[in-house]
């Protein structure tokens, strides 16, 4: 065999290695008790998670199959459940495209659709008696531990108690399937290596809040981009400040996965202004930790993105809001100016939107409420730092329109139908659509 044959032949052997391996981390699940389309698992309601199967259901009540046929296609049959119910899939870290088919070919669905800590992705997808709908996004799956360039272990994210059991720290992907009538036809996860990596860095203002009725924008604007293009990666944590997210590893573990081109949005200041000693302060000690975070994102060819901490809820006797971040917020944009970075100003944005709200409705946006309603809450909840989920949409709106605004290259990104937000007119709260879910505490998170 000539030279140049056996290298042919090598090539069209490593491609289909490569081609395997790639179909591999490609997975498809049929729901429904009937025989699975062609290239599908089957997922029947008595398919429960466990680590040898690596795939199935948990938390969840009343599954129940439909099947209109013997199968002929993935949307002939489907699984619904007279409360939320909850698939993971054992997945290696990385970004994924997950594609889901909903609705049923002789009724009607509504499923909205939220990932790992209720993070919103499709909300009330609704499908007309015999419509099916395929929709698609991008989720960021995680773990804690911090690997070099060649996949060693080098360290390991500090985990506060309370994050154990977060739904995105497992090496999971767990999606939430919600709404009056969710009706699941199908799964698909595909591996997203090329998509832009938007990494969020902040507190309980950002994080993804796991319980209802807790809740922040890092949770609500994943579902603002288009699939495929974006994917937001919260490493937010509640509690924490510029110091803390580093001393934590939270930093490093975001850095070992960023690629040139990605950004880093970082947003603090609520924890940060009560840190006390000598030196601390706005303009100092502050500064210069945005500044480290700024210069570690552009030595690894990331954009920095800085965001000014939203007010809290404090409004004086004429009704205009007081400034308890005293000056952390004109820091913020002092340093995107010296640094000649992009501000995303949502102190300036949320004092126009609570204003807007008045001390009245405002409450609205933020966890206020009466005792028992929710288990093991017999105390009143009055939380005027963290926002109920419709007031964090309502931020994450904010965040949106100041990424039109300030990140153009991103807003490029943006779904088309997102229209104009202007903070002064807020969405109406009667006009909020949210199923809860089954996942619920009373305790306030960490930070104020």
Known sequence: ?????????????????????????????????????????????????????????????????????????????????????????????????????????????????????????????????????????????????????????????????????????????????????????????????????????????????????????????????????????????SGEALNSFKTARRLQKLLSLMKTGDYLFIEFGHNDMKQKGEGVGPFTTYKASLKYFIAATKKKGGIPVLVTSMHRRSFDAAGRIINTLLEYPEAVRQTAKEENVAVIDLNAMSKIMYEAWGPQKSVKAFVHYPANTFPGQEKKLEDNTHFNTYGAYEIARCIVQGIKNDVPPLAKHLKTTIPVFNPAQPDAEEKWYWPQSILKAAVKPDGN
């Open 1 to 237: 065999m000539s030279k140049s044959k056996v290298q042919l032949l090598c090539v069209v052997l490593l491609s289909s290695i490569a081609l395997n391996a790639q179909q591999k981390n490609i997975y498809k699940f049929d729901f429904g008790t009937a025989k699975p389309a062609a290239g599908y698992t089957a997922v029947t309601p008595q398919t429960f998670y466990t680590d040898a199967t690596g795939f199935g259901f948990f938390e969840s009540e009343g599954l129940k199959n439909v099947a209109y046929s013997k199968k002929k296609k993935a949307a002939d049959d489907f699984i619904t459940a007279t409360t939320p119910f909850f698939f993971s899939v054992k997945l290696q870290e990385g970004n994924y495209d997950v594609k889901v088919i909903l609705g049923d070919v002789k009724g009607t669905s509504a499923t909205t659709v939220r990932a790992e800590c209720r993070r919103l992705f499709l909300q009330n997808i609704r499908t007309k008696k015999g419509e099916i709908k395929t929709e698609t996004f991008t989720v960021h799956v995680k773990d804690s531990i911090i690997r070099d360039g060649n996949g060693n272990a080098i360290s390991k994210v500090k985990l506060k108690e309370r994050e154990i059991n977060y739904l995105h720290w497992d090496n999971q992907l767990t999606l939430e399937f919600n709404d009056t009538a969710a009706k699941v036809c199908a799964v698909e996860i595909t591996p997203n290596t090329k998509a832009t990596t938007v990494f969020l860095s902040g507190n309980s203002t950002v994080v993804d809040q796991d319980k209802e009725p807790w809740a922040s924008w890092g949770q609500m604007i994943p579902s603002f981009f288009q699939p495929g293009k974006v994917c937001i990666a919260n490493y937010a944590e």
